[in-house]
């Protein structure tokens, strides 16, 4: 029985042998933790696409489930920069980014990662991570660490571009746009940001460098009124072009609006011909669909020109006739306030009677006060079947991320772990967080190294850190309003940076030059493929599982000879001779269905490249397995090589092999007598048969010969 309860109720065992000075460490840690994970949280559901307070949202409940149904005492858990790209890459063709329907989608990820967890969990089936194999993790890895540090250069410039089909173009738009203009007070702030939490983590790593880093810039931008916006009627702009191209994009994103309405009955009325089994209206209903979607391509070009057109007019304000052009000849003649002003558009309308206008740098701005509402994630199943996929590759990079950390703290500590335990853990912790308006998180590094050196005994301190989120969010959120978004994004680069380990390149090439060739693919195809991070992944795994196929149905099958250290080794690769009578082929690798023919090819070869060949004794030593189809292969090859005049025995059959054999009397057929427990017992039981009437002086199986090149 109480086993039974230790393991639903793992935290349990946290309050064996527990005493203040323990909780008083824990209490430490926690707090240190949550200081690193305020604003992180916030910069990560950015990353992800949400509103910044998203973040703390995510770091209310999960960092406290996952520690109390986890197995790690020290696992700090909450949003992640990997997870929260991927949560953004899965959700952006369902909903614009913010947007409600974006949010609803989230939480919704959120839930279905956290099944997906709990069930293999549950299931017992924590070895299902062992399809992503460390070449195609490290590849994507540091792909992904490129990919976040890039899609923050925007926030760091101070610029706004509409995303492209792919990451690079995304880039490559910010590049061109902060040549056009950078906002320099807004670069200064995130440079700023970068030097205080490189100075403090050289200085001390133990100082919380972020909260610093937010503390000092929140600051200076409150004091100096970084954020400066005002919302003027269209009039204000003394700019017919800019005008005219305003009045311009607002056509074109009404009519993107009403097309989109047309589709979605186009979709309804396919759906309802299909449901009836009508071809000729369903095939009316796709064409009226693909005419609908063509249309919408050219007027999303359009609008994406219209809106380039806009953000790139710069303009200087006179505080009584409104704003001008930057290199209008009026502007010079003006006495502005030194501040280059810019229209602030996003993807929706401009209203002509409330433009935006923006002289100063962009900010996080209000976050509701109190704890979020608790409630169940709207579920909508088709977009969960569409979700499905990503959901599975959030829930293995996730947890491959939380138990390679988790194991790495415990090699210190020397705490046992339970990788199913921590697949609940994990699990309970984003279904809980779902129904607290959370997205998908995951174990941290940096902030699991924070609570280990902080001195963490149990999982209490990510208790502690959920309470202090819960108090920051009840009391604190109006002093985030301030928070330069450039700082956000250092913070973001900053965190990513220790993601990128170039060394698992060549580590990976030195073990084999095909696991450093799918490292390679692997980063270069999710970096092509970005934001489309599903593909990159999917590549990696199709290559490592077809090298896979492919060592397991050409195995490694060599003829051995005997080594200085009277051991039998692989004569080719140690440059050995081969005894002219006696072939001793070692085969390493189940004989399955997949490569049976491949040794009955590779025997035939030798006894047809060997006139002299007489015995062959196959050192089964590597075969761990055997099924009908490779039993039936070695009945043949048995029939066939003693039809050839040629003997075969067995040496080092193991028990499962043997079983197998002995069931279908193919143990029979070879004779218990050619079967030998090793190699040397069976070289020196068929030695003297294979070499009657032999000219062969010394044979290299008794003695040490070089092959003819080595002498």
């Not at 759906?271 to 369903?282: K, N």
């Not at 608790?374 to 991320?401: D, N, R, W």
């Amino acid at each position: 029985m109480e086993k039974i309860i230790g393991a639903v109720f793992p935290f349990l065992s946290w309050f064996k042998g527990y005493d203040f000075e323990k909780f008083k460490a824990d209490g430490i840690a926690g707090l240190t933790v949550a200081l690193v994970l305020i604003p992180q949280s916030m910069a990560y559901a950015q990353l992800a696409g949400l509103p910044p307070y998203y973040g703390l949202y995510a770091s209310f409940l999960p960092p406290m489930v996952a520690a109390l149904f986890g197995s790690s005492r020290q696992l700090a858990t909450g949003p992640v920069a990997v997870v929260s790209l991927m949560t953004s890459a899965s959700l952006e063709p369902l909903a614009t980014a913010g947007s409600e329907g974006y949010i609803a989608y989230a939480i919704m990820l959120a839930l279905m990662v956290g099944i997906f967890q709990l069930a293999l969990g549950v299931l017992r089936l924590g070895l299902v991570v062992n399809f992503l194999s460390h070449p195609v993790v490290n590849g994507f890895t540091n792909a992904a660490a490129i990919i976040i540090a890039t899609s923050q250069l925007s926030k760091l410039f101070g610029v706004d571009v509409d995303k492209a089909a792919h990451h690079y173009e995304t880039i490559i738009r910010v590049v061109m746009a902060a040549v056009h203009y950078t906002h320099w007070p807004t670069l200064f702030m995130g440079v700023l940001a970068f030097a205080i939490m490189y100075g403090l983590r050289r200085i001390n790593p133990r100082l919380p460098n972020v909260l610093v880093a937010v503390v000092v810039t929140t600051t200076i931008s409150w004091l100096v009124g970084f954020e400066k916006n005002r919302v003027v009627p269209l009039e204000s702009i003394k700019s017919p072009i800019v005008r005219e191209n305003v009045a311009s994009y607002n056509t074109v994103v009404t009519r993107i609006k009403d097309l989109t309405v047309k589709r979605t009955k186009f979709m309804g009325e396919l759906s309802e011909a299909q449901s009836r089994h009508d071809t000729v209206s369903a095939m009316e209903a796709e064409h009226d669909i693909r005419l609908v979607n063509y249309e919408l391509d050219k007027l999303k070009k359009e609008a994406h020109e219209y809106r380039k057109r806009i953000r790139r007019a710069l303009f200087v304000v006179s505080g009584k006739s409104g704003f001008y052009l930057k290199d209008d000849s009026r502007a010079a003649k003006i006495e502005g306030d030194g501040r280059i002003w810019r229209i602030k558009v996003r993807n929706g309308l401009i209203d002509p009677d409330r433009v935006t206008m923006t002289g100063g740098g962009a900010v996080v701005g209000k976050i509701p006060r109190g704890l979020p509402a608790l409630s169940i994630p709207h579920i909508e199943i088709k977009t969960m079947l569409y979700l499905f996929p990503y959901a599975v590759i959030i829930s293995l990079l996730g947890f491959m991320e939380a138990i390679s950390i988790a194991k790495a703290m415990a090699a210190k500590t020397g705490q046992r772990l339970d990788p199913n335990q921590e697949l609940i853990g994990q699990g309970l912790a984003n279904i809980v967080g779902a129904v607290g308006k959370s997205y998908p998180v995951s174990g941290s590094f940096s902030r699991s190294a924070v609570n280990l050196q902080a001195g963490a005994v149990t999982g209490l301190s990510s208790a502690i850190t959920s309470l202090t989120v819960v108090v920051a969010l009840l009391f604190f959120t109006p002093l985030l309003y301030h928070l330069p978004q450039a700082v956000l994004a250092a913070v973001i680069m900053m965190a990513v940076i220790g993601l990128i380990n170039v060394s698992g390149f060549v580590h990976a090439w030195k073990a084999q030059w095909y696991d450093g060739a799918i490292a390679v693919i692997s980063f270069a195809a999710t970096l092509a493929f970005a934001p489309h991070l599903d593909k990159g992944i999917m590549v990696g795994v199709v290559l490592s599982l077809g090298v896979f196929l492919y060592k397991s149905m050409r195995p490694t099958i060599t003829s051995l000879s005997r080594k200085e250290d009277d051991s039998f080794r692989a004569a080719v690769f140690h440059g050995l001779q081969k005894c002219k009578h006696i072939d001793l082929i070692r085969f390493d690798g189940p004989l399955f269905f997949a490569n049976a023919s491949y040794l009955e090819d590779k025997i035939n070869d030798r006894i047809m490249n060997n006139d002299d060949l007489r015995h062959i004794v196959i050192a089964a030593n590597g075969i761990s397995d055997i099924d009908a189809s490779g039993e039936e292969a070695l009945s043949l090859l048995i029939d066939r090589v003693r039809s050839g005049g040629v003997k075969i025995s067995f040496s080092g059959v193991n028990e499962s092999v043997m079983k197998v054999l002995e069931r279908t009397h193919l143990l029979a057929k070879i004779g218990p007598e050619n079967i030998y427990p090793t190699m040397e017992k069976a070289v020196c039981a068929v030695h003297a048969d294979a070499h009657q009437n032999s000219d062969e002086q010394d044979c290299p199986l008794l003695t040490v010969c070089p092959a003819d090149g080595n002498k």
